[in-house]
């Protein structure tokens, strides 16, 4: 049972415009959200997290948006460079258990162009 | 900067040689992880450490088993490796819930 998921697993944005990824969770537990960039033959780099008591985190050009109600969170991108080029992938922690671990989608690549 | 090291990032093996597959933090980390990651199914989490000699069962631990004697040191085992865990394989790790990740070791079971 995929317990976060991103339904989108390609987005194409023109560079300078903005990208929009998302994401969705069934497990009511999960009480932090993180996003993770990764390139091939990499390692995933952490991008920005948002707790489960805000609902928009910035960090530059990047933005998180956590609606609880709809159980569905984005990262919004802007602008897109053709750097941001990489595969997107949404994680989730449940305030449970024994370890801090993480809940992963299934990713998006973005593709930015020029 | 934390540090994830992966011991190698390319390896070839045959259908039932045992693989070893080491990984080593720099930050005192508590917590250490093994995912994999396959097209279309993202990372899934494989076995995770929240102490010395202390291991849980993530959600795919079937043929494979983990070893931490050292805080720093976490391996994931292969028993009998099989061309279905060929995959990308990814160690992290963290002290709260941001995880660091290591660069990954490509393994091919041949």
């Known amino acids: 049972d995929q317990q976060v998921k991103q339904n989108s697993p390609s987005l194409s944005v023109q560079e300078g415009r903005i990208s929009i990824l998302n994401c969705d969770y069934t497990n009511s537990m999960f009480d932090y959200f993180l996003w993770y960039k990764k390139y091939p033959a990499e390692g995933p780099t952490f991008l920005i997290s948002?707790?489960?008591?805000?609902d928009k985190n910035e960090d530059g050009r990047f933005t998180v948006f956590l609606n609880k109600s709809a159980k569905h969170l984005s990262l919004h991108i802007v602008p897109s460079q053709p750097g941001d080029s990489a595969v997107y992938f949404c994680?989730?922690?449940?305030?449970?258990?024994?370890?801090?671990?993480?809940?992963f989608g299934t990713g998006t690549r973005l593709q930015v162009t020029l | 900067d934390v540090k994830v090291t992966q011991s190698s990032r390319y390896l070839v093996k045959r259908t039932g040689e045992k693989v070893f597959l080491e990984c080593v933090q720099d930050m005192d980390h508590e917590n250490m992880f093994w995912y994999r990651q396959d097209p279309g199914l993202g990372l899934r989490l494989i076995y995770f450490s929240y102490d010395v000699k202390m291991k849980e069962k993530g959600d795919i631990p079937e043929g494979y088993s983990v070893s931490r004697e050292k805080k720093e040191r976490f391996s994931l085992i292969l028993e009998s490796a099989s061309t279905n865990q060929t995959s990308m394989y990814l160690c992290?790790?963290?002290?709260?819930?941001?995880?660091?990740f290591g660069q990954g070791t490509r393994l091919t079971v041949v």
């Open positions: 994680a989730a922690k449940a305030n449970t258990g024994t370890a801090s671990k993480l809940t």
């Open positions: 948002i707790s489960s008591i805000k």
């Open positions: 992290a790790s963290s002290f709260t819930a941001e995880a660091f």
